[in-house]
């Protein structure tokens, strides 16, 4: 009896010292994500202004978010069209250019430079510049694609150009990308592209059975993290679209998001706008609640795909 | 991998932290239980920040502090309505005790929402009858059903600019006051160049600056909502006639697709390259301040000020116009209320304040008294805009529960109505409606 007790003890102990441990991470999971995200369920289920109390009406908000709102559809197929096109992009790109960067024999530093400096470009100035640089009337792209007879695009004013203008302003910033890709492409080894070369395979080859396989871990990571970050997109199609529209304040005017056509809206965008401007809390926890599903189910699918991806270091 | 997991899943959590830092806050107190003969610090939040109109309010300011020599203001510039709706529901020491927004559209939800109080009480008790002391449109934007929460602080009236130097050169002697004449003029003022323009009569596009769709349509006297509080823009035909003019100057000026490649080469609305001072557009839809800004950017030709034009079977009519301004109110969170009304009342009541006011940053005055004050210095075109905001027949935008939500819904029908991505106008109208119905219902 008493040889089980001191076990039991031992065992307690042993129990409380682990979770004294643990507890900065408890403390960090139940204050910043158990707690408010039970109180975004909670509250996607009541009417609340933040100023009466909130007051229970079962699916009212969710009736309202996906049959009544008519922002919700176009903000979450323009966050989808964002997700796959920019993620894919950028993913392309970023590791397009450390490939680059690394198999140039002098001026690397110049190029990396030269590749990481838009990445520090303030986001705000970053899309004004780009703004400007693309405007369809006195923008000098336009001027020159005029200039070798081309009439270009109307870009940041026409709904089938704002995205993809979006987009190049997201691969212009891609040195946060680049200079992961190129750790990663510096660390394979250089035995492996000797054996391959001895092999006789060609260079897509030992891209496609070198390169890629060790390199498939900050793949991975890049495409989550893009996802992550395209899915809280939210200040460069604001200020795109406040700048394309002209509407950039003042007496009696109402900027609504997602100019033109709603076609720059997010769904980080509505989050805002419902939860900040119309303080209709519940129908912003409800698209912060959609967007958390989003985010969950895309991480899901791609680690179900985890094994076909990572194979190094395993 | 749950650390990606995790990772995905943070993303998302900080927009649900954001949204329960405010959901937590609690609920506004209300009440004025201070004693404002004692000394005291009362907070004072504005929008304006440009130097000339920030040392104008805060000249406004030094001169009530003198006559309460109690009660000192702490003055804080340049604070839009999102600032000013999560203050009222945070509150707390830095919270303002009097705030003025230049948004009327807020009114019903500061109203609605009780974040301001209800200033009845103030005004009976010194005796003040809001129907005697501001005109009659600025008494509708500053309550919300019954609930004066706010009080007007300086109005702005929507007119014509025109270029007088161009109307000359089109042999156009005198302003247009129809919408008929008005696309005759424009026509005759607009110099092609290429595929875009030299000059453009008038850029009528719903982005083009002012040329919103409630500024264009207090020229026909609609009525926004039903008596039970239901949306009528799909009833009154004034809408329907407006969105239909609209259209007739867009499609008679070039098309929407080059309207909307020439207007994106426009300057900053209120820097001195604004497309009516370079020459650009020949005439503007705009507020009193633009009669400033002309004369600040020294354009070069000769400006005329006119009321915009009436329905051709409204022609009688011709004088009015779009009312709106600043207003001013008390947060439901101050606990100097009694301190903060003395401000409210000097700001919006006293004629001397509000003429100098007025005088510094030219805007149309906002009481009865200081609109008639031979102390209001003026360009004698100003004269217009105080006449439109006299006009009986001028007409303002309604508070709603949602603030301007509605009229952004009735923004974006006019978006896809002047570039064709709708034609069947009645059909958007009573879908818009119906749209408008239930984001009110949502946020009741």
Known sequence: MSATYTLRSKRRRAALRALAFMSPWLIGFGVFFAYPLISTVYFSFTHYNGIDPPTFTGFKNWSYVFNDYPLFWPALRNTLWLVLVMVTCRVAFGLGIGLLITKIKTGTGLFRTFFYLPYLAPPVAATMAFAFLLNPGTGPVNSILEKIGISGPGWFTDPSWSKPALTLLAVWGIGDLMVIFMAALLDVPREQYEAAELDGASSLQRFRFVTLPNISPIVMFAVVTGIIQTMQYYTQPLVAGKVASGVIGGSGQQFEPGFPDKSTLTLPQLVYTLGFQTFNYGASCVVALVLFVLAMAFTALLMRRRGGLIQAGE | ?444
């Open chain 2, 1 to 444: 991998m749950p650390r990606n997991r995790r990772l995905a899943a943070a993303g998302v959590t900080a927009a649900a932290i954001s949204l329960l830092a405010s959901a937590c806050t609690g609920q506004s107190k209300s009440g004025a239980t201070d004693d404002a003969s004692k000394d005291t610090t009362i907070t004072f939040w504005h929008g304006w920040n440009s130097p000339n109109e920030v040392k104008a309010i805060q000249d406004d300011v030094k001169a009530f502090e003198k006559a309460h020599p109690n009660i000192h203001v702490k003055v804080v510039g340049d604070i839009n309505d999102d600032k000013i709706n999560q203050a009222v529901r945070a509150g707390g020491s830095k919270a303002p005790d009097v705030v003025s927004s230049f948004t009327t559209n807020n009114v019903g939800q500061f109203c609605s929402s009780k974040s301001f109080v209800d200033l009845d009480p103030f005004l009976k008790k010194d005796k003040i009858d809001p129907a005697a002391t501001f005109p009659k449109t600025m008494n509708e934007y500053t309550q919300y059903k019954g609930n004066r929460c706010t009080l007007p602080l300086l109005g702005d009236a929507y007119g014509l600019y025109y270029n007088k130097t161009a109307f000359a050169k089109a042999g156009i002697k005198a302003p247009p006051k129809t919408w008929s004449e008005f696309l005759t003029d424009a026509k005759l003022l607009t110099k092609t160049k290429g595929d875009s323009y030299e000059q453009l009569g008038f850029m009528p596009t719903y982005h083009g600056y002012e040329s919103t769709t409630e500024h264009y349509f207090g020229q026909w006297s609609p009525t926004y909502f039903d008596a039970n509080g239901k949306s009528n823009i799909a009833k009154d035909p004034a809408f329907a006639k407006a969105f239909t003019e609209q259209k007739k100057l867009v499609d008679g000026l070039g098309g929407f697709t080059k309207l909307e490649k020439f207007r994106s080469s426009f300057g900053d609305e209120w820097g001195a390259k604004h497309p009516f001072h370079t020459g650009q557009v020949a005439m503007q839809l705009d507020g009193e301040w633009r009669l400033g800004m002309t004369q600040d950017a020294k354009v070069k030709f000769e400006v005329g000020v006119a009321p915009l034009p009436v329905p051709d079977d409204e022609a009688a009519s011709y004088g009015k116009g779009y009312v709106t301004g600043t207003i001013v109110g008390i947060p439901a969170t101050s606990t100097k209320q009694n301190a903060a009304w003395e401000l409210v009342k000097y700001l919006t009541t006293d004629t001397e304040a509000v003429v100098n006011f007025a005088n510094a940053i030219h805007n149309v005055p906002s009481t009865l008294a200081a609109l008639k004050s031979p102390d209001l210095k003026y360009d004698p075109r100003f004269k217009t805009f105080l006449d439109i905001a006299e006009n009986p027949a001028s007409t303002t935008t309604p508070a709603s529960p949602n603030g301007g939500a509605y009229l952004v819904s009735i923004q974006n029908l006019g978006f896809d109505f002047e570039k064709g991505k709708r034609t069947d106008l009645q059909a958007g109208l009573t879908k818009t409606a119906t749209e408008i119905d239930k984001a009110i219902e949502q946020a009741k």
